[in-house]
């Protein structure tokens, strides 16, 4: 029988479609299983933490989702549309950017000429219009980063939050719409990961989704909405960080438990 709301019955709250769906994603190399019937999804302004031991599987997912890998199997979604994503240019085609550990930046340039690095502004007489790329990054840069100053400065001399500052500003003047990160803080002290972990959260109030990949749990636990760990090629679940303890998420990067499976026992284990 077909139920019919009352006038004052309030309205359904109509789902939000992810900007991104992975499902069902499979990758083997020979009988290994890298990437066994993976499904994960992010929404835009979240925050996706992945994590997971080495070898875990985490990498080759999104090398997947960047374009890098073929899948054997399964699908991807982009904002509720099937997706076809061969090679990184398809990946870039769907507003995906991927930052990866080594920043892949030019070492003898500026900010300018890494942003727009293959992708060179020109003067209607043909010649590279440095003044227009200068002005927008700076644009760039006063939204993502207000303190960054060093425009004539060639990267290699920059420091290693000021050289994730311009891989990050290239990917959002590209209109990055999902964008993945690859061990951001890796490397950095204390002040220069405060500012990358400020950059994070304010791509995310602009409506980026992101997803992170990092080995510092507590990094992906103050950053991220959710976590997502995988364990030997799958993942072990996909929760609400404010649901779980970093003890929680030990068990199972470590011991691939679910919350609330790992005694109290192998929980203080973890820490012996």
Request: aromatic share 4%; no cysteine.
């Amino acid at each position: 029988m077909t139920t019919i709301a009352s006038p004052s019955s309030s309205p359904a709250t109509v789902p939000q479609v992810p900007l991104v769906e992975m499902r069902d994603i499979r990758v083997s190399f020979g009988g290994v299983h890298a990437v066994d019937g993976v499904s994960v999804d992010l929404h835009a302004g979240e925050v996706i933490g992945l994590v997971g031991g080495n070898g875990a599987g985490k990498s080759t997912l999104i090398r997947v989702l960047s374009g890098a890998h073929r899948a054997d199997s399964g699908q991807i979604i982009i904002d509720g549309t099937p997706a076809q994503i061969d090679n990184p240019r398809d990946a870039k085609a769907y507003g995906i950017e991927t930052i990866y550990q080594t920043l892949a930046l030019a070492e003898n340039i500026d900010a300018a000429g890494n942003m727009f690095l293959g992708r060179e502004l020109r003067s209607r007489f043909g010649s590279l219009d440095d003044s227009a790329m200068e002005s927008a990054t700076r644009g760039v840069m006063g939204r993502l980063n207000p303190n960054f100053k060093n425009f004539k400065t060639a990267v290699m001399s920059l420091s290693g939050g000021q050289r994730q500052s311009v891989a990050i500003a290239r990917a959002v003047h590209f209109n990055a719409r999902i964008l993945i990160m690859d061990e951001p803080t890796a490397a950095l002290g204390p002040a220069e990961t405060a500012q990358v972990r400020d950059l994070i959260r304010q791509l995310k109030s602009e409506g980026i989704g992101i997803f992170l990949i990092s080995h510092d749990i507590h990094d992906v636990y103050d950053l991220s909405d959710r976590i997502s760990v995988m364990y030997h090629g799958k993942v072990v679940g996909t929760v609400k960080r404010t649901d779980v303890t970093t003890d929680d998420l030990l068990a199972m990067i470590i011991m691939g438990k679910p919350p609330g499976e790992a005694t109290q026992k192998e929980l203080a284990s973890l820490h012996a």
